[in-house]
């Protein structure tokens, strides 16, 4: 509950956050736990101090795997802010307890997590994202009394966090609530009268909370006679009160209230009962019903509390009747007493230290007719009313002083006669209760020794048989380990002698390759000889053709002029001598979305040629040379070479490779590159497009050059750098070495400062990087990278923008800390959303993909998607002439966000969105048939309409047919949609079958894919074959 500051500055809210929490019945965290040593003492303590008996009691289950997940849940907690909370990604364990047949288990665990959203509203984002809510609606909804009570009780828990009001109201919880409020069980009725009093903490929700009798039942609560509810269904009332449509109706039944207030010494129901008539009274039309139904003589009453709340609202209370002229008489009738009990209360309270208090009980006197008057520099209270309520306010002073004198003997000898009858009969009662006491005392003492004699004996006995285990076991462990020793000996020694023979075939094998490659030089070498004698008689056959061509064209001009006299006047064409060319096959770079095309090992006429050409090259780059521009020439020539895909195995087997990182090895970004280091750079560049040759590249330790020039000042040498990072982040284990060598951290600085080209390659960069990585998305935040990238996505230029958001989509992939910062940023994810409207496709496609990434399990940023009309454009692009691979992006975003979000499934009802799917799973692009085919999953996933809709758009027949594709991941998730489209309905298993879907499941229930051959086993029990 809230301390007493917090409560007075909210004084017309009526209520606070109310908890609900199960009570405890662990003692000792460490003593229960003894035998678990290697989990850390800090853990046990946060333990202890969240209160977790569920999570204590798991770690003593009977059952090893159970305990097992127990001991990871208690290895995740961590403090922050001074609450005790569960790492990301540590609600795991949790989760597979609940999927146990085990009731114990599941009891425990969701005590546990009802516990950590009662602690601190820092656990609720985490249980809704990890837990999830269908998981926690189910168990809520189960008809076992251990499983729905703590799955309540934990919908009552997330209902203090104003996040999740709202996927409460429309998600099916406050009715499953509303249909609870009436149940026998009285703990269960606590936490759903909790649950109310927090959702009616923001006035929006009370029409729907209130809707269909809730008044009537917050009534029944105040009526039950259990203090927590009764004390609940008072703070709500007070919530409710707020509103004039409903106060009417509390006013109606605000006799149980008041009654309350006269009877009552529960200080919680009191402050609950208080805080709704603090807030009626302040509606004068509501005070003389409720002073009708004994109001002032229940304010009299509570006004003898010592508690600073309730004496708050009693001031607050009096004030408002005093406010009103036609209370003013009853507050002021003395009811048989010399001087207004109400006025005696009001004086006691104007001399409270808390000064809230005291104002409004000042306020309140000033109304009656009092106020302060100073008087030799003192504060007394003075009457101001007329004449004749002075005299008689003398004349009761008097009276009482009189009455004072003669009454203190008579009291004194009443004492004293009453406290000799008490004396004697406390001395009575002690003798009889110490001989009862000591009996009690006695037989206790015996039990609890024959108690702990059992336990003793029973304590040896085990003690015994576990040393003779323990003796038998570490009998057959040394055997084993003897065992062991000989075979590992004799294994050592096979391996030794296996190491000298593969070293010995080592040597002769480098040998051998020695040998080839000088053999391959002299090859070379002649190869060079003879193309240039070739060139040689090459030109010379061309000199001669030329000069036999200039003969016939002088002949035939002298012919001309010979034959025609009368046309000497007619312009004669020489015949024009065009010198070929030959021109290199150019390829354009690929998108990052796209990889180029493995190599093989087919040779063509043509590769021979290339091969050739690469040799010539090859000798200029291998023999070194002082003059350097044979060396620049060899890279130019190079370069032109490599822009042909096919070439780039040739160069590599050539070993150009080595000899680029090995002039890149003394390059100085500080100084600049040299030409022949520009050249070189750009040659790699180049040839890394190759999926082999980025492995080479690592091999040479060509890495470590490529980092260093990312400082290079010089814009070609820059981008040239950067477009060879781009492919070689590509591979795998390039990708950790990059990532190491702070890559990131050197890039990042350079998104914002004006410079397409090199932006362009630096979002590029960061999108490879950070794809299904967590490490880089993490280092990609802790380098500040998420405000550049979210900043560009606003860029004017379109090449930008796309690459800034695929960037954005690919950092936050699965990555629920770093959504949650895109969430924050102003707009952010609305004008993503709106992105997919875009006029450029290649931006659309970017958006779809950013969509998908931003809704994978998060269901927040799911509500904001689905609220800016994501599902819409979405349907519509799939229905546009938008490329297949551009498509398969908008279905990958439906598919993440009907992910476990039954409002997604709901709206695809409405338009053409199932029917576009179907289509989309016949389509050659196996990338758009897998996302469609998983957005099918998800949307007909425990939907029974969805699933008719499906089937009847033609679905059956796709999903068969997939199940006949080599794809495994297209197989899998066809299964998975057979399974939840016919595990629920004869008419559709019936179709399935006649589309021959069980032949094909057999088939797969053999593959060689454990994943396949499961998700065949699960879809042929769907249709009834096992």
């Known amino acids: 509950m809230a301390n007493w500051e917090s409560f007075t ?83 795991k364990g949790l989760k597979d307890m609940l999927r146990y047949k085990n009731v114990e288990a599941q009891r425990d665990a969701l005590w546990t997590i009802a516990t950590l959203a009662g602690n601190t509203e820092l656990t609720h984002d985490g249980i809704v994202s990890e837990i999830g809510w269908p998981s926690i609606l189910t168990r809520a909804s189960a008809k076992v009394e251990d499983i729905q009570l703590p799955a309540v009780t934990l919908i009552a828990n997330l209902c203090m966090n104003e996040e999740y009001h709202e996927m409460i109201i429309e998600e099916g919880g406050l009715e ?55 004390s609940g269904g008072l703070y709500t009332l ?230 003779e285990a323990r003796e038998a076991q570490l009998r057959e462990a040394i055997e084993r380990q003897a065992e062991e020793a000989r075979r590992a000996t004799e294994q050592a020694q096979r391996q030794s002698q296996m190491m000298l023979e593969r070293e010995r075939e080592d040597i002769l094998a480098m040998q051998r390759e020695r040998e080839e490659a000088q053999a391959a030089l002299q090859r070379a070498r002649l190869e060079q000889e003879e193309l240039e004698r070739n060139m040689s008689s090459m030109m010379d056959k061309m000199k001669s053709d030329m000069a036999g061509v200039e003969a016939e064209r002088e002949r035939m001009m002298r012919e001309a002029q010979e034959a025609s006299a009368s046309s000497v006047g007619r312009s004669t064409s020489a015949m024009k001598i065009i010198k070929s060319e030959e021109t290199y096959e150019v390829e354009e770079e690929h998108d990052i979305d796209d990889d180029y095309a493995d190599e093989d090992d087919y040779e063509d006429d043509d590769d021979k040629r290339e091969k050739a050409k690469i040799a010539l090259v090859m000798v200029d780059l291998w023999e070194h040379n002082e003059d350097m521009a044979v060396t620049e020439s060899a890279l130019r020539k190079l370069g032109a070479l490599a822009m042909k895909e096919r070439n780039r195995k040739l160069i590599r087997i050539a070993g150009a490779i080595p000899i680029l990182c090995e002039i890149l090895k003394n390059a100085d970004p500080k100084v600049g590159l040299t030409p022949s280091q520009s050249l070189a750079l750009s040659v790699l560049a180049v040839l890394v497009r190759n999926v082999r040759n980025r492995d080479e590249v690592r091999k040479q330790e060509g890495l470590r050059h490529c980092l260093r020039i990312v400082k290079a000042s010089d814009q070609e040498d820059l981008v040239n750098d950067l477009k060879a990072l781009k492919e070689l982040c590509k591979n795998e284990k390039n990708k950790v070495i990059l990532r190491d060598g702070r890559l990131i951290e050197q890039i990042v600085p350079k998104i914002l400062p004006e410079n397409q080209p090199v932006q362009e390659q630096v979002l590029d960069i960061i999108a490879i990087i950070s794809m299904n990585d967590v490490k880089s998305q993490v280092v990609v935040r802790d380098a500040r990278g998420m405000p550049p990238i979210i900043k560009q996505i ?104 009907a992910k476990g979000n039954t409002k997604v499934q709901a709206d695809f009802r409405k338009g053409p969105g ?57 197989q899998y998730l066809s299964e998975g949609a057979i399974w939840a489209l016919a595990r629920k309905s004869a008419k559709r298993r019936n179709m399935f079958r006649e589309a021959n879907a069980i032949e094909p499941l057999r088939i797969l229930r053999t593959s060689d894919n454990p994943q396949v051959r499961k998700g065949a086993e699960w879809a042929l029990e769907a249709l009834g074959d096992k």
């Open 176 to 230: 499953l609530l509303k249909g609870l409020a009436n149940s026998p069980n009285l703990k269960l009725k606590r936490a759903v009268c909790n649950a109310f009093a927090n959702l009616c903490s923001e006035e929006e929700n009370i029409p729907e909370v209130l809707g269909d009798g809730g008044i009537a039942s917050l009534l029944a609560f105040v009526a039950s006679g259990d203090e927590e509810l009764v």
């Open 9 to 91: 500055s909210s004084r017309n809210k009526g209520t606070m956050k109310l908890q609900t929490l199960r009570a405890s019945n662990v003692q000792d965290l460490i003593g229960m736990i003894n035998k678990l040593s290697d989990i850390d003492e800090e853990k046990i303590n946060c333990a202890t101090d969240a209160g977790l008996d569920g999570l204590v009691q798991l770690l003593n289950h009977e059952h090893p795997k159970i305990r097992a997940l127990a001991e990871s849940v208690v290895t995740e907690l961590e403090k922050q802010e001074d609450e005790v909370v569960i790492k990301e990604g540590g609600y």
């Open 238 to 467: 007070a919530n409710v009160c707020n509103l004039p449509e409903y106060a009417e109706q509390v006013l109606d039944g605000i006799a149980p209230v008041i009654e309350l207030i006269k009877t009552s010494h529960i200080t919680m129901v009191l402050k609950g009962a208080m805080a709704c008539i603090g807030t009626l009274c302040e509606t004068p039309e509501y005070q003389q019903r409720m002073m009708d139904q004994g109001l002032l003589d229940a304010l009299l009453r509570v006004g003898k509390t010592s508690n600073p709340e309730i004496k708050y609202r009693l001031a607050a209370s009096f004030n408002s009747l005093a406010s009103n002229a036609e209370q003013r008489p009853a507050l002021k009738d003395p009811q048989g007493q010399k001087i207004s009990p109400v006025i005696t209360l009001l004086k006691q309270l104007v001399r409270l230290k808390d000064p809230d208090t005291k104002k409004e009980a000042e306020e309140a006197l000033a109304e009656l007719g009092f106020k302060k008057k100073k008087k030799d520099g003192k504060a007394v209270p003075v009457v101001v009313a007329d004449v004749g309520e002075r005299e008689r306010i003398q004349r009761e002073q008097a009276e009482r002083i009189a009455m004072k004198t003669e009454g203190r003997y008579a009291t004194l000898r009443m004492a004293n006669e009453a406290s000799a009858r008490s004396r004697e009969g406390i001395e009575r009662e002690t003798v009889e209760t110490d001989a009862q006491r000591q009996a009690a005392m006695r037989e206790a003492i015996e039990k609890e020794a024959q108690e702990v004699i059992r336990m003793e004996r029973a304590k040896l006995e085990r003690e015994r048989a576990e040393a």
């Open 794 to 897: 606003r860029h004017a230029e379109p090449e930008v923008q796309r690459r800034a958001i695929r960037a954005l989509g690919n950092v936050s992939q699965n990555n629920r800390k770093i959504q949650q910062i895109v969430r924050k940023a102003a707009d952010t994810i609305p004008y993503v959303v709106s992105r997919l409207a875009d006029d450029n496709m290649e931006v659309r496609k970017a958006a779809g993909g950013a969509v998908a990434a931003l809704a994978e399990n998060e269901y927040a940023n799911q509500v904001i998607i689905r609220k800016e009309g994501a599902i819409k454009m979405l349907c519509d692009n799939l229905g546009s002439s938008d490329r297949d691979d551009v498509k398969e992006q908008y279905a990958a975003a439906i598919r993440c966000m």
């Open 914 to 970: 199932f029917s576009l799917l179907v289509h989309a799973l016949t389509s050659e692009n196996i990338g758009l048939r897998i996302h469609a085919t998983g957005a099918v999953t998800e949307l007909c996933r425990d939907n029974s309409k969805n699933c008719d809709m499906i089937c009847g758009a033609g679905a059956v027949h796709p999903l068969v047919g997939a199940l006949e594709t080599e794809n495994n991941a297209l």
